[in-house]
């Protein structure tokens, strides 16, 4: 529409046919300098225009309760602002062509928090995000997720360093369990996978292929207590805990050969001394038969005195945390 106006730079109020209402100044029949535009569906900006457009510093307030305040660069925001939304969550930093653009802080209603880096709307660079729950993730960002090197230090103390695809974990990392154990080597879409070494905190060591989480293939255990033992192909068990199972059983069949081993040499013992004892008995009473019997003690298996190798506590990978971005 044409604006028919007696000066420039003189204050005037017009309404516009679809409802809007602008108080302010125009310059060459636009809107130039400090102004207050009142759109019909209840929105308003209030601040400086440049050429018909929102343009300096201004303060846009929405129908719904949220509103922004800041700079603004061809009706929009542009440099640093603040947008408060309904909601309760904030966003406060750098913007580019109404977007997220640059350094910049978010906080969600929710106690969760971003600082970091912007790009076109999303977290994209390096940035902080923490989580009301205590989970906290430090590191590179693409497409709003973590992608690249970084620290995830979840709410149960777990914390991995290393790569991140898309959210999740991918490539070499190091987890560190708030048990102490640890498990440095390959993942894949979030699961150990490849070639990696986990110690438990008593030192014990499994070192070798890994499938979808489990021990599988070729690898190496060390125990602490009692040297290494070699795996040609650790097959995966089908259970809920394969690893459980698989470092019991290693235990159980030591325990059998170490026991078996005194067995048989409590029996060489005991036939021994029945043969000795019985060959006493003749000499005294080689008629008496039931004296014989009475007579002679079996003496105690030696089995039965030898300590049995404590078991090692059984083995539990601590399940990861679930990030959720």
Do not use: C
Not at 139 to 162: F, L, R, S
Not at 264 to 274: A, G
Request: proline fraction near 2%; charged fraction near 30%.
């Amino acid at each position: 529409m044409t604006i028919a106006l007696d000066d420039d730079n003189k204050r005037n109020q017009v309404d516009y046919p679809n409802g809007a209402r602008f108080e302010g100044t125009y310059k060459n029949g636009k809107k130039y300098g400090y102004g207050i535009l009142r759109l019909g569906n209840g929105t308003q900006y209030e601040g400086d225009f440049e050429d018909d457009k929102k343009h300096g510093r201004g303060s846009y307030v929405w129908r719904n309760g949220s509103h922004y305040n800041g700079e603004f660069k061809n009706d929009q925001p542009n440099g640093s602002g603040k947008l408060m939304h309904a909601s309760g969550d904030e966003y406060e930093g750098s913007w580019l062509n109404g977007k997220k653009h640059g350094e910049g802080r978010k906080r969600w209603a929710n106690g969760n928090s971003y600082q970091g880096e912007y790009k076109n709307g999303v977290k994209e660079g390096r940035g902080i995000h923490k989580w009301a729950n205590g989970s906290q993730y430090d590191g590179e960002w693409k497409n709003d997720q973590p992608h690249g090197k970084g620290v995830h230090i979840y709410a149960n103390g777990d914390a991995y360093d290393g790569d991140f695809v898309n959210g999740q974990r991918h490539g070499k990392g190091l987890v560190i369990y708030s048990s102490g154990d640890r498990y440095h080597g390959d993942y894949e879409n979030d699961v150990k996978q490849g070639r990696g070494i986990y110690t438990w905190v008593n030192g014990d060591e499994y070192e070798g292929e890994w499938n979808q989480g489990n021990p599988e293939g070729k690898g190496v255990f060390l125990w602490a207590n009692s040297g290494i033992e070699e795996q040609p192909n650790l097959e995966r068990q089908s259970s809920q805990n394969t690893e459980e199972q698989e470092l019991t059983r290693k235990l159980e069949k030591a325990q059998r050969n170490e026991q078996g081993d005194q067995i048989k040499k409590t029996k060489r013992t005991e036939k021994l001394k029945v043969a000795h004892s019985s060959e006493e008995l003749d000499k005294i009473e080689p008629n008496n038969k039931l004296a014989r019997t009475h007579s002679v003690e079996k003496p105690e298996s030696s089995a039965t005195k030898v300590d049995r190798p404590r078991k090692s506590k059984k083995k539990s990978m601590d399940m990861e945390h679930a990030a959720v971005f």
